[in-house]
T-cell receptor
């Protein structure tokens, strides 16, 4: 079993749809969690950190469920520009040297 | 100008050749990382460095070496390239943000093909 698992998709949704991705992690000692966005074969860029209480940034909402060991990303009112691969990242410690990346979930938003 | 740059952006080499990938940053961060990404997969950590002369192995360090001679530069070497090292290589820096969360900033990547 992989340390960090994501549904690879692809998720194909129409503009304006709401879509949610889940990411599960196996190490209960994991301390910090992130969602990164990666456009086709380009560098990953931080989308948002995931806080224990859940957090929102515009159309994006991230949540953490420590008991079930998963994090989620919800995108509301999808835009064409949201089409990308979304990478879940889990840190076992306080430094990124202990980061594990998921394989990513691909989203395509269609007109 | 980009904060994290990588050279070359593309490289084709032959099995057995030694090659070096360079990474430079202007962000002033102490921490730097090298990752590889294979198609359809996430990033896997090769090496990382928290300061000049500090070197730490990541998940997949075999077949690779690194050098950190200056804060702004972190180079990755393949001593004797083999075809399964064909991949997309990313360099990254990081900073500790409010709340202790470490955020990474990635370079544009180097596409390496080993024939």
């Amino acid at each position: 079993r992989k340390e960090v698992e994501q549904d690879p998709g692809p998720f194909n949704v129409p503009e304006g749809a709401t879509v949610a991705f889940n990411c599960t992690y196996s190490n209960s000692a994991s301390q910090s969690f992130f969602w990164y966005r990666q456009d086709c074969r380009k560098e990953p860029k931080l989308l948002m950190s995931v806080y224990s209480s859940g957090n929102e940034d515009g159309r994006f909402t991230a949540q953490l469920n420590r008991a079930s060991q998963y994090i989620s990303l919800l995108i509301r009112d999808s835009k064409l520009s949201d089409s990308a691969t979304y990478l879940c990242v889990v840190n076992k410690g306080t430094n990124a040297g202990k980061s594990t990346f998921g394989d990513g979930t691909t989203l395509t938003v269609k007109p | 100008d980009a904060d994290v740059t990588q050279t070359p952006r593309n490289r084709i080499t032959k099995t057995g050749k030694r090659i070096m990938l360079e990474c430079s940053q202007t962000k002033g961060h102490d921490r730097m990382y090298w990752y590889r990404q294979d198609p359809g997969l996430g990033l896997r950590l090769i090496y990382y460095s928290f300061d000049v002369k500090d070197i730490n192995k990541g998940e997949i360090s075999d077949g690779y070496s690194v050098s950190r001679q200056a804060q702004a530069k972190f180079s990755l070497s393949l001593e004797s390239a083999i075809p399964n090292q064909t991949a997309l290589y990313f360099c990254a820096t990081s900073e500790i943000r409010t709340g202790g969360l470490e955020t990474q900033y990635f370079g544009p990547g180097t596409r390496l093909l080993v024939l």
